[in-house]
């Protein structure tokens, strides 16, 4: 099947071959046609599987026709979870809407100065790309008209529902037409991705490809056990002397970890620089402008990059920290064997993080091999290889365990990470697994250059 096949406007179909794409992916194939037909859709599709396009083009289709009513506001609204990710959905449909006629797209985020925002809204617009805080700010100061739109995309609804977003959602699609057609992609359908589905769609479709286990196959997880901060920085410094990498996120668990590493490593010599939630829309735009053009190997992130960062040329990802969540850790090593290409994800993880792992494990349904380093063996012995993956844990295991990570964090906590709002550099909920003492290492200079403060590179 090529996308002549899918019965798009021709304006479109020469974009997607300016783009290099040639033939539809498993989602494309199934999601366009439903969509094309009118018909609402929920899909459970993973990063990397062509999801944007796979609702993009079909709006962009649909404003190839003219307009039912005549207004400024949006035809097409999609709401994400996060700043990075919206910028990449506003990117991909300005590249593939570039020969339609009068196409405008915008984005409204937080971190992004409100007279701009206010400017971007007074003047017409066709499809409009938010976060849902930043949102439901200009929607209730009566400022975006609603009257035309007629497509309303949840992207990685999921996500939004474990933020705590659902129900700034429930508001915003409160405020637009009930003749709508919505679209719901979502990592997984769940009961809890049913229910919000049942409130805001209409007899959908209901479409499912690329399980998690096939997303990783092309991606080789590898596992390093860490005695102590001084051992994981050194284990660090040898991962990214390969040769084979050409580009790394590292992702630390919280934001004043983000910034004192990247320093640690700018001052090593390695191009690198943070990225986080405390950092305005300019900052992390420039930064990720800075990567794709290659300027930066290393970008050391928290789970704010977890999502939207389509870069090709990253070759590994690195835990250097465990994500509070196992379908954290997915999204995380997804930024790496994009496209099909090969890439590589290195976790570290203390004698202590063994239940965690499992949690990961039994999520993926694939087993991370444990690799030691010669001259950089821990002290601590590893698990053995069989051991903790026998399928699914009993009750009585479950009710043993701890929890995963702390389910009662605020909604507040979240926009403040993701919708660039001032944060609290001393906040550490969003510590790892690791029981060993990082801030006590970091500021006593145990990190690469012992005893030196660096400047954050600007």
Known sequence: MSFEDLKLHPSIVKAIHDAGYTTPTPIQKQAIPEL????????????????????????????????????????????TPTRE?????????????????????????????????NKLLSQPVDILVATPGRLIDHIQRGRIDFKRLEMLVLDEADRMLDMGFIDDVESIAS???????TLLFSATLDGAIDKVAAKLLKTPKRIQVATQKARL??????????????????????????????QAIVFTATKRDADTLADSLYAQGYAAAALHGDMNQRERTRTLTKLRSGGLRVLVATDVAARGIDIADITHVINFDLP????????????????????IAVSFA??????????IERYTGQRIASHIIPGLEPRIKPRPQNSGFKGAPSVTQKRKRAPFANSNSSRQDFNTANEGGAGNKNDHRGRSFSHDNRTSSFRNGNSFNSGHQFARPK
């Open 36 to 79: 094309l037909s009118g018909h609402d859709i929920m899909a459970s599709a993973q990063t990397g599987t062509g999801k944007t396009a796979a609702f993009m083009l079909p709006a962009l289709h649909l404003l190839a026709t003219p307009a039912k009513v005549q207004s400024r506001g949006p035809r097409v609204l999609v709401l």
């Open 85 to 117: 990710l919206a910028l990449q959905v506003s990117e991909a449909a300005k590249k593939y809407g570039k020969y339609l006629p009068r196409t405008k797209v915008i984005s409204i985020l937080g971190g992004m100065p409100y007279p701009l925002q």
């Open 175 to 181: 405020a637009t037409p009930s003749t709508r057609q």
């Open 217 to 246: 196959d092309n991606i080789e997880q590898r596992l390093h056990y860490v005695d102590d901060m001084s051992h994981k920085n050194r284990l660090l410094n040898h991962v990214l002397r390969d040769e084979a990498l050409k």
């Open 324 to 343: 509070k969540f196992a379908e954290d850790y997915v999204h995380r090593i997804g930024r790496t064997g994009r496209a099909g290409a090969a890439g």
């Open 350 to 359: 203390s004698n202590r993080d063994s239940a965690h792992l499992m949690k």
